[in-house]
C-alpha cells in the first residue's frame, strides 16, 4: 500500500489516525505511509499478517504499539524521523525483522534487550539520537552488516564490538569519540569505517595500516557543515531537517566512495597519539 496509490488514503496526509477501512485490506504485504500527521499506529495492524515492509518514515509517530511484535513475518521496518522516544520490547518478536530504520527521532537512547532475538538483522540504522553507547542487543545480532550510529552521543566503543564478525559498514561521525579500540581491527569483514577526527587523540596502527581493505574515513572540522549547503539555497530550519539532509548527503558520498574505491585517510595533528 502506497499512500498516493488510494484516493481514499490521501486525506492521511491531514489526518492523524488510520482509517477504519484498512481493516478489510488484511492480505497487504507492504505499507510506505510518509510525510503525514499520524501520530499513533493503529493497534489493528496485528491482523496484518502478511506484511513484509512497514515504511513509516517522516510522520509524527510517538511510540509504536506492542502489537507490532505479532508481524511474525516482517522483514523491513523504517520509523525514520518521527518522535519516538523508546521502543517496545515486543519488536523483538519479529525474528525474521532483516532491516530496522530508527533513524531521526532525535530522543532515542536505548533499545530494550529484547531486540537481541532479532538474529536475522543485517542493516540497523539509529543515527541522529542520543544513545550513549552502542546498545547491548546490537552486539548480540550475529547478522549485522551495516550499522549507523552517528549523530548520537557515543565517548566510547564496547572492547567487545568484534563479537559483529558480519560487519562490513560502521558509520560513526558526529559522536564525541576520542579514541578508537583496537577491537576494530579484529572484525573480519569490516571495510569502511567513518568517524569525526575532531575530538580523536589516539587510533590504532592497525587501522590506519590495515591490509585487510578497510577504508577509514575521518572527517576532520566537519566538512559537512562547510559542503552541505555550500551549493545549496536550501537551508533547513530544525534539527531535524537538518539531520535528514545530512544523512542523504552521507549517503550518497558513501556510495561515491564504494564505486570509486576512494577514501581520505586521517590528516593527523600532534595531539593525535597512534598505538
Not at 575521518?218 to 545530512?246: A, G, H, M, V, Y
Request: hydrophobic share 35%; with cysteine.
Amino acid at each position: 500500500m502506497f499512500l498516493n496509490s488510494d484516493p481514499d488514503l490521501c486525506n492521511l496526509l491531514s489526518f492523524q489516525d488510520f482509517p477504519d477501512s484498512l481493516k478489510e485490506q488484511t492480505h497487504l504485504k507492504e505499507w510506505h505511509i510518509t510525510h503525514t500527521k499520524i501520530q499513533t499506529i493503529t493497534t489493528y495492524i496485528a491482523l496484518f499478517q502478511e506484511l513484509r515492509v512497514l515504511e513509516l518514515s517522516d510522520n509524527q509517530i510517538t511510540e509504536l504499539p506492542v502489537e507490532i511484535g505479532c508481524l511474525k513475518n516482517l522483514k523491513e521496518l523504517n520509523v525514520s524521523f518521527n518522535n519516538l522516544k523508546s521502543i517496545p520490547p515486543e519488536l523483538g518478536n519479529c525474528e525474521n525483522l532483516e532491516k530496522l530504520d530508527l533513524s531521526g527521532n532525535l530522543e532515542l537512547t536505548e533499545l530494550p534487550f529484547e531486540l537481541s532475538n532479532l538474529k536475522q538483522v543485517t542493516f540497523m540504522d539509529v543515527s541522529a539520537n542520543k544513545f550513549p553507547s552502542i546498545p547491548i542487543c546490537v552486539l548480540r545480532m550475529p547478522n549485522l552488516q551495516w550499522l549507523d550510529i552517528s549523530s548520537n552521543n557515543l565517548k566510547d566503543l564496547p572492547q567487545d564490538i568484534d563479537r559483529l564478525e558480519e560487519l562490513q559498514t560502521l558509520l560513526l561521525q558526529k559522536n564525541k569519540l576520542t579514541y578508537l579500540p583496537k577491537a576494530l581491527v579484529n572484525i573480519p569483514k569490516l571495510s569502511l569505517l567513518v568517524v569525526s577526527g575532531d575530538d580523536l587523540v589516539r587510533v590504532p596502527t592497525a587501522i590506519c595500516e590495515s591490509t585487510t581493505g578497510l577504508k577509514f574515513i575521518s572527517l576532520k572540522d566537519n566538512p559537512l557543515e562547510t559542503i552541505l549547503f555550500q551549493d545549496s539555497e536550501e537551508i533547513t530550519e530544525s534539527e531535524r531537517d537538518r539531520e535528514q539532509f545530512e544523512k542523504e548527503f552521507m549517503k550518497a558520498y558513501i556510495t561515491d566512495l564504494r564505486e570509486r574505491g576512494k577514501c581520505t585517510k586521517l590528516a593527523y595533528t600532534s595531539n593525535v597519539s597512534i598505538s
